[in-house]
């Protein structure tokens, strides 16, 4: 297997890898995800830069890929959906990313067009994230497009995926997942979790179906009381630890700024620290950090567990 | 059964307004919600009494007939009906609506109904419930009567995707059930978890972009 980028060297090498995520939004100066991206550089191998995340028409997310890597070197996971595009604009697409050396694409079915402040535009899903896989690992294997058409130039492309090890039955998502896998996934980055015991239950059940993929757990550190309150009742599907809010929500009355950030990071670390640290026993291949707009969590929290 | 909602009134007399002498016709295939000949006399009723309020006197007739998507039944049964008349409100879907006018195209040929989907009723709840969207290629083979075409909000070959919350669709605020679960669920419980794993390659869209057409049988 041809290795195109530092994120698969990493896994490849059998490294514990972090990467981090950027959202840029609905901008045209990106000019917050370059400095968000200056700051994560060093600590995390590669970013995820999101692509309509919660179905918002932001821009696009292979224009801020290029940009992020050629202004700051930070290399990008790419992420694509298949909500806006069908096969030929993913197809143009992906050439398009080939061309502006990125490395890393991550495919996604995508929020559902309903979700996001164009909920009145048409959801397309032409293919999903398993046939999007598929087509871009016959783009790099084959060197042909979807229908066999030869493509000039090299593909050099890893594909991602993603997983929910929170989705009930979790038997659906293992085999969803095994069928991504035989797609050609490359790697899988989870949704945010917080329960590690669920991690563990997640790679037992994928290791009973023999799903083999190098696998990064996604975690969310909590900024502030708001951010963790926001989190807490809107993300469908994930809670965080009634332990973690409450030790947030007293850290809110602490009336001095500085001190309640201090606070509030000596709280996630003494959560996260400890997961981290259970994480990389079990066959994780790493952890995917989505601390957008939080990036001083980083550094203690990637070097507390090298 | 081809499911369909009632125009409102306004757009409807918008619709006949110009007209001197209007056929109302209801139909009989498709029974629930019913657009019959009860429905088609109520319409033909409700429109003479719009329009008189609007400063209009006009001459509404009303029937019915049994299937206005075929058209051999169409010419048989409503022609010897047409008569005078100048405008025709039908109460069918809107299959209806192209079956009268491809056969009269003399007369324009209005819709009082708005065609929603293709589904099942559920008379108790009054629910009435997508079941097909006429792909071309139909899958229920594979997903246990369940369809993701219709039933998936994103239509997947390869679900449930990254949304579903308890079993529920992300869609619409978690209000229907995900499709994909269902599946799922439905193919563990006949041992048949081979048909849900399996790879799904992408569909050949042309199967369902229309206008299609069978010509003997052969999907044109
Ligand atoms: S798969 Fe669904 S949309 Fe296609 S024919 Fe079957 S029921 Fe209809
Ligand atoms: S939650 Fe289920 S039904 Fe809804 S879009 Fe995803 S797979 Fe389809």
């Known amino acids: ?306 | 059964m081809i499911v369909t909602k009632e125009k409102p009134i306004d757009e409807i007399l918008e619709y006949v307004e110009p007209y001197g002498k209007i056929l109302v016709v209801g139909c009989e295939g498709c029974t629930h919600p019913p657009r019959g000949l009860r429905e088609a006399r109520n319409m033909a009723m409700t429109v003479s009494m719009g329009l008189k309020l609007r400063g209009k006197s006009v001459e509404v007739r009303s029937t019915s007939i049994a299937k206005q998507c075929d058209l051999y039944n169409c010419k048989v049964a409503l022609e010897p009906q047409i008569g005078d008349a100048e405008a025709i409100l039908t109460m069918a879907c809107s299959i209806g609506v192209g079956a009268l006018s491809t056969l009269f195209p003399d007369i324009p040929v209005f819709p009082a109904q708005n065609t929603v989907f293709m589904g099942v009723e559920d008379r108790e709840s009054d629910t009435f419930k997508e079941m097909c969207r006429a792909c071309g290629d139909c899958l229920l083979g594979e997903t246990f009567g369940i369809c993701p075409i219709a039933r998936c909000a994103k239509s997947l070959l390869n679900g449930p995707c990254g949304g579903p919350v308890d079993g529920m669709c992300e869609y619409k605020e978690y209000t229907n059930k995900c499709a994909w679960i269902e599946i799922y669920e439905r193919a563990k419980k006949f041992n048949r978890l081979d048909l849900f794993k399996k790879l799904r390659l992408p569909r050949d869209r042309r199967l369902e972009t229309p206008p299609r057409m069978l010509v003997g049988g052969e999907l044109k």
Do not use: W
């Open chain 1, 1 to 306: 297997m041809r290795i195109f980028s530092n994120l698969m060297k990493e896994i490849k090498e059998g490294h514990f890898v972090f990467t981090g995520e950027l959202e840029p939004e609905k901008e045209t100066d990106l000019h917050n995800t370059i400095k968000a991206a200056e700051e994560l550089k060093g600590y995390v191998v590669a970013c995820n830069v999101t692509d309509n995340p919660n179905s918002m028409a932001y821009i696009s997310s292979l224009v801020a890929s290029y940009l992020i890597q050629e202004r700051t070197g930070m290399e990008a996971i790419y992420q694509l959906r298949c909500t806006d595009r069908n096969a030929a604009a993913l197809t143009s697409d992906l050439l398009g990313a080939c061309a502006l050396g990125i490395r890393n694409v991550l495919a996604l079915t995508g929020d559902h067009i309903g979700l996001g402040d164009y909920a009145k535009a048409k959801p397309v899903y032409d293919l999903d994230s398993a046939q999007l896989t598929y087509m871009i690992r016959k783009m790099v294997d084959e060197g042909v497009d979807l229908y066999g058409n030869k493509i000039h130039g090299d593909v050099r492309l890893h594909v991602g995926v993603a997983a929910n090890p929170n989705c009930e039955p979790l038997e659906a998502e293992i085999l969803k997942l095994a069928r991504k896998v035989e797609a050609g996934a490359e790697f899988a980055q989870t949704q945010v979790i917080y329960d590690i015991e669920r991690v563990k239950e997640f790679f037992e059940m994928m290791r009973s179906y023999g799903i083999k993929i190098p696998v990064l757990v996604g975690i969310f550190p909590l900024k502030s009381y708001g951010v963790a309150k926001f989190f807490d009742e809107h993300i469908a599907g994930v809670h965080v630890p009634e332990e973690l809010m409450e030790r947030i929500t007293k850290a809110k009355d602490e009336p001095d700024k500085q001190k309640r950030k201090e606070k509030i990071l000596e709280i996630n670390l003494d959560f996260f620290i400890p997961f981290l640290k259970e994480l990389k026993r079990t066959e994780a291949a790493g952890c995917h950090i989505m601390a957008v707009g939080y990036p001083e969590i980083i550094p203690p929290l990637t070097e507390a567990v090298k």
